[in-house]
C-alpha cells in the first residue's frame, strides 16, 4: 500500500482556514487521494477524494501537488464541529482491495 | 446519516462467548467492509466482501468471521471471545468492490465490552 504521512496535530481558530497537509510520495498513477475524518468515536466520515485535479465540495477543497506526491485538504471556514482525526488515504486496488488508515493528523478548533 | 446501518449499538459479553454484529449497507452499495478500532488505536481492516463473495482478508482473527447475504447486508461472528476483543467494530459499504474511485460510507459502529 502507499504509504502516507500526515502531521498528528494541529490546531486552528474558529473562523479560519484549516489546511491539512499529507505526504504520499510514494503513489501510483492511478491511485485516489482519500480523506475521511472521525469525531470522537463516531464512525469515520467521507469527505472527498481525487486523483490529479484539485476537487472542491460542500464540505472542503482538496489540492493535489502537480507531482501527485502530496496534497491538502482545506476546510474554507472551521468550525468547532470540525474538531476530529483527519485521515489521508491512497486508494489502492490490486485485487486484494482494502483501504488501511494510519494515525491521522487530530484537528482541534480553537474558539 | 451515512446511510449504513449497525446492529446493535453497544454489546456486553463474558469471555468465551460468540456474538454476531450486523451491518445493513447503503442501498445500492455491493460491497461491504469490517474494521476494528480499539482504545485509542487506529482502524484496522478486517474484511471485505462484495457481492456476496469474499474480496479481501485483512488481520482476522481465525475465531472471527463474516458472510455477506444476498439481501447484501453482512454479519460478523465473533467467538471464543476476549477481554483484548473489547473495541469498537465498524462497518462501511461502497458502490463497488473494485473501483478506485467508490468511497466508503461508514456505520457508527458497535461497540463491544468483554468483561
Same mark, same amino acid.
Request: aromatic share 6%; charged share 5%.
Given at each position: 500500500d502507499a504509504k502516507t504521512t500526515q502531521p498528528p496535530s494541529m490546531d486552528c481558530a474558529e473562523g479560519r482556514a484549516a489546511n491539512l497537509p499529507c505526504n504520499? /510520495?510514494?503513489? /501510483?498513477?492511478n491511485e485516489y487521494v482519500y480523506w475521511y475524518r472521525q469525531i470522537h468515536s463516531q464512525g469515520p466520515q467521507y469527505i472527498i477524494h481525487g486523483l490529479k485535479n484539485n476537487e472542491t465540495n460542500e464540505m472542503a477543497s482538496l489540492i493535489i501537488t502537480e507531482d501527485r506526491k502530496s496534497s491538502t485538504l482545506i476546510l474554507p471556514h472551521a468550525t468547532l464541529r470540525d474538531t476530529a482525526v483527519y485521515y489521508c488515504i491512497v486508494r489502492v486496488n490490486f485485487g486484494n482491495e482494502k483501504l488501511t488508515f494510519g494515525t491521522g493528523t487530530r484537528l482541534t478548533i480553537i474558539p | 446519516d451515512s446511510g449504513v446501518t449497525q446492529t446493535p449499538k453497544h454489546l456486553i459479553t463474558a469471555t468465551g462467548q460468540r456474538v454476531t454484529l450486523r451491518c445493513s449497507p447503503r442501498s445500492g452499495d455491493l460491497s461491504v467492509y469490517w474494521y476494528q478500532q480499539s482504545l485509542d488505536q487506529g482502524l484496522q481492516f478486517l474484511i471485505q466482501y462484495y457481492n456476496g463473495e469474499e474480496r479481501a482478508k485483512g488481520?482476522?482473527?481465525?475465531r472471527f468471521s463474516a458472510q455477506q447475504f444476498p439481501d447484501l447486508h453482512s454479519e460478523l461472528n465473533l467467538s471464543s471471545l476476549e477481554l483484548g476483543d473489547s473495541a469498537l467494530y465498524f462497518c462501511a459499504s461502497s458502490a463497488?468492490? =473494485? =473501483?478506485?474511485n467508490s468511497p466508503l460510507h461508514f456505520g457508527n459502529g458497535t461497540r463491544l465490552t468483554v468483561t
Open positions: 504520499h /510520495s510514494t503513489i /501510483s498513477g | 488481520n482476522i482473527l481465525e463497488t468492490g =473494485s =473501483s478506485y
